[in-house]
């Protein structure tokens, strides 16, 4: 067996693979309806945050600030956090307040649950014909893990702040949880539960509010996500349905959350990337509708067959690196399981120790052994894993920091997941579903098919 | 929906009929009294009166908490913005991993690595392409982070043997105390190549500018200096405050080149840190980006006697003028007449494209914010082409940069500037000469060369313009509602929400991917791509077929 668990051979990181923790966070507020996050620390923080969510989104992104100053980050930032819900409330009049820490709020240690508390409080006593805005927070140290322990740690906040029982009007909903994934995704997913006849709450839901049509009326926050009544009927759920193999090992998330305090059944799988989870996704939702699965997507599927069987040839024993949060790589590997692709490569900047093992488990027998899996790495480590297999990889699959590494080596990437900076879809990749499956099924036989051809002398143009 | 027809406004803006003070209440009113107070001071209508003098604005104060501005924060300033364009130095960011992550080539510095400083050879170092960090975890949150910024140290040494090793501190760091300077003096002795930190945690001053001073100094105090050798060529020169996003810096190396000066050092676009060591050996400083740099000509004019000036090299007419200005100063017949064929040469072809587009563009009107300094200078190349600049600026900037050096006595240092240091500087007692002679320095003045002055923005722009500092995204949006211009200058954080508007944002920090925009070919491209954004098809269907009615767009502009 060739894989290691840990194999960074450095203390410092060079070009990271994984980003930080309020980035994940300030995504998830972004999917609730009428929503704006705060990041409680000094304002570079928010700004970069910001500024990097927008290269990939290329949509309006607003996320506050509670801008410490030298004094404050001495004497603590109570007065700095009051002010800022006191002006966004003025200037936005949001719902809900999505409040994460950075480092440095977390380093000197604030208690933001009590600030929350006496702002609740003196508002109280102050306001009584205003209507107090939701406060959601989450601590987000960096040091402590990447952007996607935000994200699902903001998912977590979220219901445990918010779900309750209060009646639900119109059909049955159940609650969706589906990681990370592109407003595409979510588009699809919304398509595909409406189509069993079910109302879904998923959290978040940013398919609007970062991949929405030009306005033609001024919008203070962009229209969509997941309304905030939604989130306080949680717990009346028909059933919950989590995405993400690592996340489905997480002992408290917002799905098992909800199954101990409200009794809603949870199911848990992985991103439905690929024929088996996807098949798991429309099995889960047969059940809890009660109904059969649309012919719709059964043609779906069908059609993905036919390509496959058609396309084979054009993928079968290729090898390919696959990088990038630890639940897609995983979901993506599984899926080249599946293709005939050959996987030599995983690797992720996170992973909690229980990438490797994961990854293993979906993975068929013809690779399963032989597979370099890394969590916890950088790119310089993984690309000097590159390139001690030299030559034996066809194919990068991951985000756009895997470019440089890509153009040194040769060898196309196909770009999935976040960030995708340096093409202009990044919002609108459709990795879920049979579709999905579909779209990624296309897109690296293409890529495959062009370097063969143009790396023939003769220029055929049958393939 | 169809783009507004605007009323061409007179001479003085007129602001289309609008009264100014009235859109200044209208951005404040949903401000709680003691911010709208703040912000007020901050948004003014500009009144140049006939000495030059203009109006108080109240600029480089902290950001209310709660208002969703531009700006970032020290570390950005110094790390991001005036290290990060050098090519040879490995830039080290200590703290959690978010931090370096994201200032990983955000920027659009171009750099040419086959070229080195001085006609040495090249080691054709490169490292802007990396992203080197500390990626401190808890444990170094509970017991420090020095051990680990030493291996760090280390280990970019051993992989990549670089001429020097730059540290810089985020926040964290300045809270649990690590001694970042004194682990670098240690890893310099070990090593024996330039080791130096920078303390430019994000929450120093008020926006980067705290670090864009701070690693002025850095650079100041460990780098220039180290080498006295004059190297050959005439009209010895530094371009600073020069970033070389897009390829600026090449463009004007370009005519430095054809004019026949010599370039020692750039600050730092297409940087290198051995031209940094001797830049002290150049016999004018030339500041682009006053903002940003200004402490590093200061500070190089007391040590050693390098006399400095002004220029700007965005705008055709500005360019020429600033060459001129060089010309001007080292007062040689053959520099001049060089210069002089240069502008004869290259600005036809200039005023040719200008020409075919500006019947494009004129009257259209545009509203700048962004930067220190490019608000202002762009408003030449908008000039040139007939657009008239409604409202701008700076991000970042501070009273002189607005109103001009003649404010620099009466500018009130705060709680939050206090805190940055300012060296205390002597001459050096052999290296210092003055360049120039006070007799000399005298005539170049009275013949209108300014040294060591800068006139700042709001004297240039018409009375009756808004400039409004530290611009939120809600005033934007505000602003975009009243006035619904044909063009704003911002940079990515603002694009979307503008353009969501159906209005084009030009990003002034990245440039769109595109430039350069400096120089003559420069000019020429600017040119090219305003006409293509305000002139696109594609304002033509923004409103479906269906929609039509006139008073949708009506209702879109004016709420
Ligand atoms: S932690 Fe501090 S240094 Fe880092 S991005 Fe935030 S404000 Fe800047
Ligand atoms: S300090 Fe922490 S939260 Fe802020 S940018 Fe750096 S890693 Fe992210």
Redesign the pocket.
């Known amino acids: 067996m060739r894989s290691v668990k840990q194999t960074a051979p450095y203390t410092a990181t060079q070009n990271a693979c994984n980003l930080?923790?309020?980035l994940g966070a300030a995504l998830v507020f972004k999917g609730i309806a009428n929503a704006l996050p705060l990041l409680h620390?000094s304002q570079?923080?928010s700004t970069?945050?910001r500024r990097y969510m927008i290269s990939h989104f290329k949509e309006p992104l607003d996320i506050a600030c509670s801008n410490f100053g030298e004094d404050t980050a001495i004497f603590g930032g109570g007065a700095n956090l009051k002010l800022a819900l006191d002006n966004i409330r003025r200037q936005y009049h949001p719902e809900l307040i999505g409040i994460a820490t950075?480092?440095?709020s977390e380093t000197i240690g604030d208690d933001v649950p009590m600030f929350i508390q006496a702002y609740k409080a003196a508002f109280q006593n102050a306001c009584r014909d205003e209507q107090l805005p939701a406060l959601v927070h989450v601590a987000?140290p960096?040091y402590q893990g990447t952007h996607m322990e935000g994200f699902h740690g903001a998912v977590r906040a979220l219901i445990q702040t918010l779900a309750g029982r209060e009646a639900a009007e119109g059909p049955p909903a159940m609650n969706l949880f589906p990681g990370m994934v592109s407003p595409a995704d979510l588009r699809h997913l919304k398509e595909i539960v409406i189509d069993f006849g079910l109302e879904a709450t998923v959290v978040p839901d940013y398919s609007d509010t970062l991949n929405g049509p030009l306005w033609t009326e001024y919008q203070r926050i962009p229209e969509g996500g997941t309304p905030v009544n939604a989130l306080r009927r949680a717990g009346a759920g028909v059933a919950s349905l989590e995405c993400g193999l690592l996340l489905a090992a997480e002992k408290e998330t917002a799905g098992t959350w909800l199954a101990t305090q409200f009794d809603v059944p949870l199911h848990r799988q992985g991103l439905p990337i690929g024929i088996s989870q996807s098949d798991r996704l429309f099995d889960t939702l047969a059940a809890v509708s009660g109904k059969a699965i649309p012919q719709k997507y059964t043609d779906q599927r069908g059609r993905l067959l036919d390509a496959l069987v058609d396309g084979h040839k054009h993928l079968s024993g290729v090898r390919v690196a696959i990088f990038g949060e630890e639940d897609l790589v995983a979901g993506l590997a599984a899926f080249c399981g599946e293709l005939g692709i050959f996987p030599v490569l995983c690797a992720t900047g996170g992973g909690r120790g229980r990438f490797a093992d994961t990854v293993r488990k979906v993975m068929p027998d013809y690779c399963r052994d032989q597979m370099q899996i890394l969590e916890d790495v950088d790119f310089v480590t993984i690309e000097k894993k590159l390139a001690e297999m030299d030559g034996e990889v066809d194919l990068l699959i991951g985000h756009s920091k895997g470019y440089t590494m890509s153009r040194r080596l040769g060898k196309p990437l196909i770009r999935v997941g976040f960030p995708v900076h340096d093409r202009v879809d990044g919002s609108r990749l459709l990795h879920l579903g049979y579709r999905g499956a579909q779209q990624l099924f296309d897109r690296i036989a293409n890529t495959l098919i062009q370097v063969k051809q143009e790396r023939n002398e003769i220029g055929y143009t049958y393939f | 929906m169809a783009k507004a027809t605007s009323k061409l406004a007179t001479e003085s803006i007129k602001l289309e009929n609008h009264d100014p003070e009235k859109i200044k209440a209208r951005l404040l009113a949903k401000y709680p009294p003691k911010v709208a107070r703040k912000r007020a001071k901050q948004i003014v209508v500009n009144k140049v009166d006939r000495d030059g003098k203009v109006p108080v604005i109240s600029s480089n104060v902290r950001t209310v908490p709660g208002l969703i501005g531009q700006r970032g924060c020290c570390y950005a300033g110094c790390k991001g913005v005036v290290l990060g364009p050098t090519r040879d130095i490995i830039n080290i960011t200590h703290?959690?991993?978010?931090?370096g992550y994201?200032s990983w080539l955000t920027r659009r510095n171009q750099t040419d690595p086959d070229k080195a400083a001085n006609g040495q050879a090249s080691d054709g170092h490169n490292f802007m392409t990396y992203c080197f960090s500390t990626d401190m975890q808890d444990e170094e949150i509970i017991f420090g982070g020095e051990k680990k910024l030493k291996q760090a140290i280390q280990e970019a040494y051993d992989n990549f043997k670089p001429k020097a090793i730059a540290v810089f501190s985020?926040?964290?760091v300045g809270l649990i105390g690590d001694d970042v300077h004194a682990v670098c003096r240690e890893m310099k002795a070990k090593l024996g190549i330039n080791v130096f930190g920078f303390s430019c945690e994000g929450y120093k001053g008020v926006s980067q500018s705290a670090g864009h001073h701070i690693a002025n100094n850095g650079i100041f105090t460990h780098v220039v200096g180290l080498d006295d050798t004059i190297t050959a060529g005439k009209y010895r020169i530094n371009l600073l405050g020069e970033y070389n996003i897009g390829g600026d810096a090449f463009e004007i190396e370009r005519l430095f080149e054809r004019c026949g000066i010599t370039l020692v050092s750039s600050y730092s676009g297409n940087s290198s840190i051995d031209a940094f060591a001797n830049s002290h050996t150049a016999d004018l400083n030339l500041i682009m980006c006053h903002r940003s740099i200004n402490y590093v000509a200061e500070m190089m004019e007391t040590k050693y006697g390098v006399p400095w000036i002004k220029v700007n090299f965005i705008g055709a007419a500005a360019t020429a003028k600033s060459l001129r200005k060089i010309a001007q100063y080292f007062d040689e017949e053959e520099l001049t007449a060089q210069v002089e064929a240069v502008i004869a040469d290259e600005l036809p072809a200039v005023t040719a494209a200008c020409e075919e587009i500006r019947p494009r563009t004129v009257g259209k009107r545009a509203m700048l914010f962004v930067g220190g300094s490019r608000a202002h200078h762009y408003q030449e190349l908008f000039g040139e082409l007939g657009i008239k600049t409604l409202s701008a600026g700076y991000e970042f900037g501070h009273r002189d940069d607005y109103e001009g050096r003649r404010v620099l006595p009466d500018i009130k240092v705060d709680a939050d500037s206090r805190n940055i240091e300012e060296l205390e500087i002597q001459p050096d007692p052999e290296r210092f000469h003055p360049r120039i002679d006070e007799a000399k320095r005298k005539t170049l003045e009275a013949e209108g060369l300014g040294f060591s002055d800068y006139e700042g923005m709001m004297p240039e722009m018409p009375d009756g313009s808004m400039v409004i500092d530290d611009l939120s995204q809600y005033e934007t949006d505000e602003l975009i509602r009243i006035f619904k211009p044909d063009l704003f200058c911002a940079g990515i954080k603002e694009k979307y929400a503008v353009q969501k508007h159906g209005i084009p944002l030009k990003q002034l920090h990245s440039y769109d991917y595109g430039g350069p925009y400096a120089g003559f070919k420069g000019a020429i491209n600017f040119y090219k791509e305003i006409d293509r954004m305000v002139n696109s098809r594609v304002w033509e269907y923004m409103q479906a077929p269906w929609e039509a009615s006139p008073e949708l767009s009506a209702t879109y502009a004016w709420e």
């Open positions: 930080c923790a309020p620390g570079g923080c970069y945050i950075t480092c440095l987000t960096s | 703290g959690p991993i978010g931090c994201y985020t926040c964290p």
